[in-house]
């Protein structure tokens, strides 16, 4: 399912284009039934998409879902990162110095970059942020919003775009980090809305113009 998903989140195999079996079975060297298996897993996560009697195809993007992710991933941020600095102990404030130092150390603009790790590394330093919330239902349900807006952050983070339109930290996460740690509620909301706000409308840019009304 990984390498799929890998596939998908890097533009290998695009929004909309059918999945056939066969051509699968073919690209990873693996057998029908797990890479129906897989499918099946990446329904589940919003990667794919089963149509009755037709087939699979990548899920489509569209400027309205990318709005609706980033809107319900926010309300669940804004809420948890308020309770995760109310309540939020010291292991809390270790891992989240120990998360950015991580994530510090990955350019994602440099051409070498490895998506995969800084993905992983940027998704653990955000959940680091909100891990003091004691709210582990509302935790799970950013874990899953957050899962599915992976595709979208792959479609401006990638090697395609030139060295100036790839993602720029400008300093985002440090501020954030500082703030949490600060336990300045007001300020840490803020710039968790503006670094949401931008990463929308650098998106929108990328998102082919044919899919936006899918």
């Known amino acids: 399912m990984e390498l799929i998903r890998q596939d998908i989140l890097l533009g290998e195999l695009a929004p909309e284009q059918k999945l056939v079996v066969a051509d699968l079975k073919a690209r990873y060297n693996v057998g029908a039934s797990p890479i129906r298996e897989a499918l099946v897993q990446l329904s589940w996560k919003k990667y794919v998409k089963f149509a ?20 319900t991933n926010l309300v669940l941020s804004r809420v948890l990162l308020e309770r995760a600095i109310l309540n939020g102990d010291e292991a809390w404030e270790l891992n989240i110095l120990t998360s950015y130092h991580k994530l510090h150390r990955i350019n994602p603009a440099d051409k070498t970059v490895d998506f995969s790790e800084w993905e992983k590394r940027h998704s653990e ?21 957050y899962e599915q807006i992976e595709r979208y952050r792959h479609i401006w983070i990638n090697h395609s775009r030139e060295y100036e ?25 803020e710039l968790l809305n503006n670094h949401f706000q931008r990463a929308i409308e650098f998106i929108q840019t990328y998102i082919p113009k044919p899919l936006q009304d899918v």
């Open 165 to 189: 339109e790839r993602y720029h930290d400008n300093g985002e996460h440090e501020a954030m980090m500082k703030a949490v740690l600060e336990r300045n509620t007001p300020q840490a909301l």
């Open 52 to 71: 009755p009697q037709k087939g699979c195809w990548v899920a489509p993007v569209s400027v309205d879902e990318l709005e609706d992710l980033f809107e």
């Open 125 to 145: 330093f955000h959940l680091a942020l909100l891990e003091g919330c004691q709210s582990p239902v509302m935790l799970t349900l950013y874990r899953e919003v």
